[in-house]
């Protein structure tokens, strides 16, 4: 099990920035990949972000690419999405996952990843 827990998540202005924060417990963070999802309301779950364990390779949504970064401090057992220039359409829970992809199209399935957070609720007002 890695339990996993969101943070970080609030109502911005359209144009403003957030950090998203997912703390992971136990001793195999980083051994997985790990992924950011989001789900708007009445819409299905969707992939946002994605790094693999040792941070060398990331991936983005073409929704995002250019407005998000995501990173991961494996000491710390902690992965961050940084998403600017806010839009209402990013409203959404965004959840953290972790998982083992191996072919790059895996990190954008969400099938590959085994373990869930909560979520965290973004609002982007416009």
């Known amino acids: 099990q890695v339990p996993l827990v969101e943070s970080g998540g609030g109502l911005v202005q359209t144009g403003g920035s957030l950090r998203l924060s997912c703390a992971a417990s136990?001793?195999?963070?980083?051994?997985?990949?790990m992924g950011w999802f989001r789900q708007a309301p009445g819409k299905e779950r969707e992939f946002v972000a994605a790094i693999s364990w040792g941070g060398g390779a990331s991936y983005y949504a073409a929704s995002v690419k250019g407005r998000c970064t995501i990173s991961r401090d494996n000491a710390l057992n902690t992965v961050y999405l940084q998403i600017n220039s806010l839009k209402p359409e990013d409203t959404a829970v965004y959840f953290c996952?972790?998982?083992?992809?191996?072919?790059?199209?895996?990190?954008?399935?969400?099938?590959?990843?085994?373990?869930w957070g909560q979520g965290t609720q973004v609002t982007v007002s416009s």
């Open positions: 996952a972790a998982g083992s992809p191996y072919y790059t199209r895996d990190y954008y399935r969400e099938n590959m990843y085994d373990y």
């Open positions: 136990g001793r195999t963070f980083s051994t997985y990949a």
